[in-house]
């Protein structure tokens, strides 16, 4: 089971850091490191996107280029965690944020393997 946190209301040009965290750290296929994380939105309206994913080992990322250069991924796996730091943001950003994480790479939303609940980003102009 994923579980996000630190989502919430900030005001543009802020930074807001999310957290997922893998209770109990073992899936069907294995333990957390053995998936590629991301981090997907979805904004009231629009279709999920993805935002940002990563390696199994951390040794390669993508991002949306909406987000490029503002947005970090990044996980530790004897945590089994995965963060995205988010900077510059904008209203735009307002979503409700969910962490997944896949097998396979490139990750798509449609092989994610398991999905977080969500946590909904706030950005007021």
């Known amino acids: 089971q994923l579980v996000e946190s630190g989502g919430g209301t900030v005001q543009a040009g802020d930074s807001l850091r999310l957290y997922c965290t893998v209770s109990?750290?073992?899936?069907?296929?294995?333990?957390?490191?053995?998936?590629?994380a991301a981090w997907f939105r979805q904004a009231p309206g629009k279709e999920r996107e993805l935002v940002a994913a990563?390696?199994?080992?951390?040794?390669?990322?993508s991002y949306a280029d909406s987000v490029k250069g503002r947005f970090t991924i990044s996980r530790d796996d004897d945590k089994n965690t995965t963060s995205l730091q988010m900077n510059s943001l904008n209203p735009e950003d307002t979503a409700v944020y969910y962490c997944?994480?896949?097998?396979?790479?490139?990750?798509?939303?449609?092989?994610?393997?398991?999905w977080g609940q969500g946590t909904l980003v706030t950005v007021s102009s």
């Open positions: 109990g750290g073992t899936f069907i296929g294995g333990t957390f490191k053995h998936y590629c």
């Open positions: 997944a994480v896949d097998n396979g790479w490139p990750v798509r939303s449609d092989t994610v393997d398991a």
């Open positions: 990563i390696t199994w080992s951390g040794g390669g990322s």
